[in-house]
C-alpha cells in the first residue's frame, strides 16, 4: 500500500505563490507517475500536472508557465511549486500516485486526502 500525504495548501492572494508537497509512504517497489489533480464544488476531478519517475512533465494548458511539477525519487515525494495565482486556481488540490507494489505487481492507484488552496481576489 502507499499512503500520500499532502501538505502546503492555504489562502494566498491574488498573484501570489505557494507551494504543495505530498510525501508517499508504505511498502512499494516503484512509484512510476505522480500527479497533482484538483477539484471544486460541483465539477469533476481535473489534472494539473505529472511527472514520471524520469523526470518528464504535462501540464493542463490553465497552469502552464505558471505552476511548475518536480520530484525527488529519493524521498519519493513530489512538489507542485504555483506561482501568479488566480481566483480560478481555489480547489481542493490531490496528490496521485501510480505504483507497483512488487516487481511483477499491476500498478495500482492512490489518491491523497486533498489540500486546499484558496486565492483571493
Known amino acids: 500500500q502507499v499512503q500520500l500525504v499532502e501538505s502546503g495548501g492555504g489562502l494566498v492572494q491574488a498573484g501570489g505563490s505557494l507551494r504543495l508537497s505530498c510525501a508517499a509512504s508504505g511498502s512499494f517497489f516503484r512509484i512510476n507517475v505522480m500527479a497533482w489533480y484538483r477539484q471544486t464544488p460541483g465539477k469533476q476531478r481535473e489534472l494539473v500536472a505529472t511527472?514520471?519517475?524520469?523526470?518528464?512533465?504535462n501540464y493542463a494548458e490553465s497552469v502552464k508557465a505558471r505552476f511548475t511539477i518536480s520530484r525527488d525519487n529519493a524521498e519519493n515525494t513530489v512538489y507542485l511549486q504555483m506561482n501568479s495565482l488566480k481566483p480560478e486556481d481555489t480547489a481542493v488540490y490531490y496528490c496521485?500516485?501510480?505504483?507497483?507494489?512488487?516487481?511483477?505487481?499491476?500498478?495500482?492507484?492512490?489518491w491523497g486526502q486533498g489540500t486546499q488552496v484558496t486565492v483571493s481576489s
Open positions: 511527472i514520471t519517475s524520469g523526470g518528464s512533465t
Open positions: 496521485y500516485a501510480a505504483a507497483k507494489l512488487g516487481g511483477l505487481s499491476p500498478t495500482s492507484y492512490y
